[in-house]
């Protein structure tokens, strides 16, 4: 298995999830990640936990882009967390570093790296390929936009991966959170009922992919929502305040 974002609290609740009800082992789990200390700790945890081992791999998506640190890694299963929710409109819409930032993690400096992986299960012709974007994906609002979009194209370029490796049988899996409970929304306030745990999301992320879902929300209740979101006329939805 490798993941990408390896610090990610949904990565660490999946991959928990995994190794204790999955009935599959792997030899080595490569965590992929801009944060090798804290990764440390997550590798550590692992080996204590499920007696598991893994390999920690250094890699900024802004940093670095020697892609040969891969080479060896054999895998049938990449999760793909890396996401960046950067600064809301209020504070960072004419902010280029910021605006760069979440543009380059969230899909242009990512789309290769998973480009890269996906290469890899289309030549061996097995695999399925998970990838995080969002709900704030499907529909422009005013106060993130820049994140959303940065997303929205990210989901596109999974649609779009779905169809080509689907016939070269490689699974690619969607997966649209809502709000979540993790280090990304620290500080913002959310509401409760509507705000999942990374174990839930996890659990939920889990049986979709033993079904080979393409596509899911995290929780259900997102579709709903999303479903009317979406379809507010544009003349009414510019004057409101989401
Ligand atoms: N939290 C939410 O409310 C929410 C809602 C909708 C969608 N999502 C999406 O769900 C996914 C997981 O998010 P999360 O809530 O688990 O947040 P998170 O804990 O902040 O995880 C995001 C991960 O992205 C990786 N990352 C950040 N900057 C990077 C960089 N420069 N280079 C490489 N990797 C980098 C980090 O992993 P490393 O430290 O290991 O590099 C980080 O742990 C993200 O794609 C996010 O956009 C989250």
Redesign the pocket.
Same mark, same amino acid.
């Not at 959170?177 to 979540?180: A, L, R, S």
């Not at 993790?182 to 929304?185: G, N």
């Given at each position: 298995m490798i993941i990408l974002?390896?610090?990610?609290?949904?990565?660490q609740a999946f991959v928990d999830k995994f190794l204790t009800v999955g009935n599959k082992k792997y030899s080595k789990i490569y965590l992929i990640?801009?944060?090798p200390g804290?990764?440390e700790r997550i590798s550590k945890h692992l080996l204590v936990k499920h007696k598991q081992d893994s390999e920690i791999i250094k #890699?900024?998506?802004?940093q670095d882009s020697d892609y040969s640190v891969f080479d060896t890694i054999e895998s049938d299963l990449l999760f793909c967390?890396?996401?960046?929710l950067g600064k809301n409109t209020d504070e960072g819409l004419y902010d280029e570093i910021n605006t760069q930032r979440i543009i380059k993690?969230?899909y242009s400096k990512l789309v290769p790296l998973v480009s890269y992986f996906a290469k890899k299960f289309e030549l061996k012709g097995s695999g399925t390929i998970i990838g995080?974007s969002?709900?704030?994906g499907l529909r422009g609002r005013q106060s993130n936009f820049i994140y959303g979009s940065s997303?929205a194209g990210f989901m596109i370029y999974l649609d779009g991966l779905r169809n080509y490796l689907y016939h070269k049988n490689v699974h690619v899996m969607t997966v649209l959170?809502? #709000?979540?409970d993790?280090?990304?929304?620290i500080g913002l306030t959310l509401p409760k009922a509507l705000t999942a745990t990374?174990q839930k999301a996890a659990e939920i992320i889990y049986r979709a992919y033993k079904k080979k879902k393409n596509k899911i929300y995290v929780t259900g209740i997102w579709w709903y929502i999303m479903t009317i979101v979406k379809n507010v006329p544009e003349f009414i939805f510019k004057k409101l305040k989401m």
């Open positions: 974002g390896a610090t990610s609290d949904i990565s990640t801009s944060n804290e990764t #890699f900024d998506l802004i967390a890396t996401g960046f993690i969230n995080l969002s709900v704030a997303k959170p809502g #709000f979540m993790t280090k990304m929304t990374p």
